[in-house]
């Protein structure tokens, strides 16, 4: 078979098994091509308790679906590979969240979605990069510890300044990669270029970005400029597809480096043998772990809008 060929024998299982396909926006573009929705990971949350097919497949990782599954726990959720989980996700646990609690009993502890459903059952509120700082302006405390992401939380904190923050020491190992000199290189080369970043990446790089958002919030910037050139700081899938998308533009990627391992290993063929019921793995999750780490999954939808 080739990839056209795939592609329609997709669509015909999703149909007949009434599956819906939700593709992170760093899934390639032959997957982008037989999702239902593609979004940021807010967007696939929301999207996923809307979706009226019984099956959710999450082409995406790990705390992806397991957040599809605590919204709507009588589907059946899977993700399409089982290998993709994302390294942040496995920088705290529940344990490091209790210890913080200790040390900072009047804080408000508020977790990037990047983060294992074990760990969201013991924090406040759940975040992610295109609603944390809408949330956070919501929250009534002023002590905010933010967990895991110490860029984000950095991005946030400058965001909403009448917060007392406290960051811990974790962030995105792939985003992390990207320098000032990758920066000053890129400028360089492309003078007229608009840099438009993750917030993801650290704070001496974030500081040129003419705009800084979520991976939906970067492409819908760069479709409505007026700008024609752009330097992209985030996963370099987003390079190609606002290419597709704006074919009068140029993209260039930041670094060379920002390449997500766990977000590329999702092939086409594991979409397939997913929703033809031959492969994915289904994802369970512990009645009281779910029921606990909705609590503030259902804040950030709420609050979130
Ligand atoms: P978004 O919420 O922007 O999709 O980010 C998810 C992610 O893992 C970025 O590295
Ligand atoms: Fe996790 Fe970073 Fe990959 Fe996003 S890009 S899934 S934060 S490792």
Request: hydrophobic share 40%; net charge negative; with cysteine.
């Amino acid at each position: 078979m080739n990839t056209r060929e795939l592609q329609d024998a997709i669509i015909e299982l999703k149909k007949q098994n009434d599956v819906c396909i939700l593709a992170h926006a760093y899934q390639s573009q032959d997957i982008w091509d037989v999702a239902d929705y593609i979004g940021d990971s807010y967007g696939l949350s929301v999207q996923a308790s809307k979706a009226p097919q019984k099956t959710i497949l999450m082409c995406g990782v790990r705390f992806m679906a397991e957040t599809v599954k605590m919204l709507s726990p009588q589907k059946k959720v899977l993700l399409a590979n089982p290998m993709a989980g994302c390294p942040m996700a496995d920088q705290m646990d529940r344990t490091d969240v209790l210890k913080l609690r200790k040390q900072y009993p009047n804080a408000t502890i508020v977790a990037y979605i990047n983060t294992t459903s074990d760990l969201k059952r013991a924090v406040d509120y759940v975040v992610t990069s295109s609603s944390a700082v809408k949330i956070l302006k919501q929250i009534p405390n002023k002590q905010i510890v933010f967990i895991p992401d110490c860029n984000l939380g950095s991005w946030c904190e400058e965001q909403v300044p009448d917060k007392d923050f406290v960051l811990v020491d974790g962030g995105c190992p792939v985003h992390m990669l990207i320098t000032e000199d990758d920066v000053k290189s890129m400028k360089a080369a492309y003078p007229h270029a608009e840099l438009l970043v993750h917030p993801e990446v650290t704070a001496e790089v974030r500081k040129y970005a003419g705009y800084i958002g979520s991976t939906t919030g970067i492409m819908k910037y760069a479709q409505e400029s007026k700008n024609k050139e752009f330097i992209i700081g985030t996963e370099n899938s987003i390079v190609q597809h606002l290419q597709f998308m704006c074919p009068d533009k140029a993209f260039y990627p930041l670094s060379k480096e920002t390449v997500c391992h766990n977000m590329t290993l999702t092939t086409l063929m594991d979409v397939y043998y997913a929703v033809a019921g031959k492969g994915g793995e289904v994802i369970d999750l512990d009645d009281q772990v779910r029921i606990e780490a909705l609590r503030p999954i259902e804040k950030m939808v709420e609050l979130g809008g």
